[in-house]
């Protein structure tokens, strides 16, 4: 087991998510309090192949659907990893070309418009059509508060403890030259942990270059999907310059890695 999916595991398995249900007080009381089905649904560390992926959505925590099929205390560690890691693409067929999730009776959910709206962003970037887009691969999507709620309740009070403990961890293993961050609780905790790391600041605040070891990245802050009255296109928020800005970071990834097969 590699290093990314040794985290994943740890993420999916959280111990303080793992202390509230045993009846014990802290931060993420209410957000792990919140799920009321049969089984818990284990916090969410990442969708998709996030050590590839040249792009990664952060945003604030992720939905639930109980119907869902998705992991909980009885499914085994390469289950686990399959369906993150492999989200989009597995066999397994978790979730389909038209972003429906697996439900446990074998149907499909609706078309989920999170997922949706990354297809759409990582289109705008690349240049290319939506349907030529391949979630996982192309973008990769992750979280500041890892348990799953309904309308980010719990995000609050579980912010600062999730994202201490993950946040930098997980961004260490993210190959993505461009983040793209969503609403306000996102922004908070990127802009809390990593001030120190933003090198410059342009299109007044949207985007940010971001120093990370000897890596850097490229943030971009827009409103989260669901925000009503707000303009979600890239093209709207940072204009064709921050969309030209964006593309020179992927272009000296690809540059990167060139040389390195070289």
């Known amino acids: ?4 999916q040794q985290l994943l595991i740890e993420i999916s398995s959280c ?3 793992a202390s509230v249900r045993t009846g014990q007080d802290g931060p993420c009381q209410k957000i792990v309090s919140s799920q009321t089905g049969i089984s818990f649904q284990r916090p969410e560390p990442w969708s998709g192949r996030l050590d590839i992926a040249p792009i990664l ?3 604030s925590n992720p939905s639930i659907d109980e119907e869902e099929t998705y992991p909980d205390a009885s499914w085994e560690a390469e289950r686990i990893t399959d369906f ?5 693409s597995s066999p397994a067929g978790w979730v389909d070309s038209h972003l429906c999730a697996l439900k ?9 418009r999170y997922w949706a709206a990354a297809r759409a962003r990582t289109s705008e970037i690349l240049g290319k ?9 192309d973008f990769a999507l992750t979280e500041v508060v890892h348990c799953k ?8 009070e579980a912010l600062e403890c999730c994202s201490q403990r993950y946040l930098e961890r997980v961004l260490a293993i993210s190959a993505a030259r461009v983040m793209i961050v969503y609403g306000e609780y996102a922004r908070y905790a990127v802009c809390r942990r990593y001030d120190s790391g933003i090198v410059s600041w342009c299109l007044p605040n949207k985007l940010a270059e971001f120093r990370l070891g000897d890596r850097s990245k490229i943030l971009v802050f827009l409103p989260a999907p669901n925000e009503r009255g707000s303009e979600k296109t890239l093209i709207a928020n940072i204009r064709s310059e921050g969309i030209s800005m964006v593309r020179s970071y ?9 040389l390195l097969i070289g």
């Open 1 to 4: 087991m590699n290093e990314a």
């Open 15 to 17: 111990p303080v998510a």
């Open 57 to 59: 959505f952060l945003s």
């Open 84 to 88: 993150f890691q492999n989200r989009f």
């Open 104 to 112: 446990r009776d074998g149907t499909r959910t609706d078309w989920v």
């Open 129 to 137: 059509p939506k349907t030529e887009v391949k979630p996982g691969i």
């Open 149 to 156: 709620s309904r309308n980010q309740m719990g995000v609050r």
């Open 250 to 258: 992927l272009k000296s990834q690809a540059d990167d890695s060139a």
